[in-house]
């Protein structure tokens, strides 16, 4: 089983920028697709984002030209740098990382974003 931590929550103001951090420790396989998932108050797990081993990344339309995705395969590391935050952004992050092979996605344990006007 995958453990995944995130870093980089917290406060931010109407249209400033934070970075998000998601290292996986204790796995002894490559890591497939990893990415982002966010769950407002009152609000159901919404995906964000998403990007391969390869690179490729895919984001929901609201977070597309401010939000980006990337990775460090050598350290089992995704990061999202979040840009031109809004109060709709306030949520927690979730990071998830599947198996490159097979099989189910680990989860971390989230991080608040929290966004001011």
């Known amino acids: 089983q995958v453990q995944l931590r995130e870093f980089g929550g917290g406060l931010a103001q109407t249209g400033e920028s934070l970075r998000l951090s998601c290292v996986a420790s204790g796995n002894n396989f490559r890591l497939g697709e990893m990415g982002w998932y966010r769950q407002a108050p009152g609000k159901q797990r919404e995906w964000v984002t998403t990007?391969?081993?390869?690179?490729?990344?895919t984001y929901v339309d609201s977070v597309k030209g401010r939000f980006t995705i990337s990775r460090d395969n050598d350290k089992d590391t995704v990061y999202l740098q979040m840009n031109s935050l809004d109060s709709e952004d306030t949520a927690v992050y979730y990071c998830f990382a599947y198996p490159d092979a097979y099989g189910y996605p680990s989860w971390g344990q989230g991080t608040q974003v929290t966004v001011s006007s």
């Open positions: 990007i391969s081993r390869g690179g490729r990344p």
